[in-house]
């Protein structure tokens, strides 16, 4: 694992470096920041650019605000909205990289649109990201649960995770927001209950796109797509329990007849080149 990276982003940047050689190359880093010290140091690359969103940091539970940008030799982190600061670019950059970042893009299909713009003639995008909406966990919850209501199913000093706090997958895409709220005003209260709905449901972190959603927009980019493929798959096998099989097909019944069907994926990995 990558010294000051956690686990996934650790995995996710690794696959970026098996799969290109970065040395000498000029990066775009989308909802990120990878360190200075990792990409200059360790991958030589020519120069690292890391944008971050404006909006998404204002959004933040732990009050981070944006930085003044933070120059460093060949390495800045820029403070803006994607979809503004590509729109003034023109073939910059050998590499667009982003991890666990494209869920949160409210603009992606103007910015997926954008893409090709801003990357060199043979340049490349990669891309790992989740969980998205379609998937079993996607919405995406991010605020710590309040001390009240103890540790999770009386377990001492275990931390409140996804499974925790929500009691079934897909329960973002089979349930309305209201039936929602009625439910976990029960498992929790009133209050923490409509935080989780508003989160789930209105909350501007997350742009709530469906596994298809993502195939047809950077199907539509004007890139050559050398990946396109689901990650992080639940397999459906018989010693899951009975109620994630009861929440697959709530989930499958509610959309049959519609273009959406791949549920299972919790993440996304993308990999296109700009056509010489």
Not at 25 to 40: F, H, I, Q, T
Not at 134 to 157: K, T
Not at 228 to 251: A, C, Q
Request: include cysteine.
């Amino acid at each position: 694992m990558i010294i000051g990276l956690s686990p996934h982003q650790s995995s996710f940047f690794e696959a970026f470096r098996e799969r290109h050689d970065i040395r000498g190359s000029d990066v775009l880093e989308l909802g990120g920041a990878m360190p200075a010290s990792l990409v200059l140091d360790e991958c030589h690359v020519n120069s690292w650019t890391c944008l971050q969103s404006v909006d998404y940091a204002h959004h933040r539970d732990d009050n981070q605000e944006p930085s003044e940008v933070a120059e460093h030799q060949n390495y800045r982190t820029v403070w803006a909205n994607a979809e503004e600061f590509l729109a003034q670019t023109d073939e910059t950059w050998d590499f667009v990289f982003s991890i666990a970042a494209f869920e949160h893009f409210l603009y992606l299909p103007h910015v997926a649109r954008l893409l090709p713009r801003v990357l060199r003639p043979g340049g490349h995008l990669f891309s790992i990201f989740a969980p998205i909406w379609s998937g079993p966990w996607g919405n995406h919850f991010s605020h710590p649960v309040p001390e009240r209501f103890g540790s999770p199913r009386n377990q001492d000093n275990k931390t409140w995770n996804t499974q925790d706090i929500f009691e079934a997958p897909w329960e973002h895409l089979t349930l309305g927001p209201t039936e929602f709220l009625d439910k976990y005003s029960r498992k929790f209260d009133s209050e923490f209950a409509e935080l989780l709905t508003y989160e789930t449901y209105q909350s501007p972190q997350i742009n709530r796109l469906f596994f298809e959603d993502y195939e047809y927009l950077f199907g539509r980019n004007g890139m050559e797509t050398l990946i396109f493929r689901g990650l992080f798959k639940i397999e459906l096998v018989p010693n899951y329990s009975k109620d994630i099989h009861e929440s697959y097909t709530k989930v499958v019944r509610k959309f049959h007849g519609t273009k959406y069907e791949n549920f299972l994926f919790s993440g996304i990995q993308i990999s296109q080149m700009k056509i010489l």
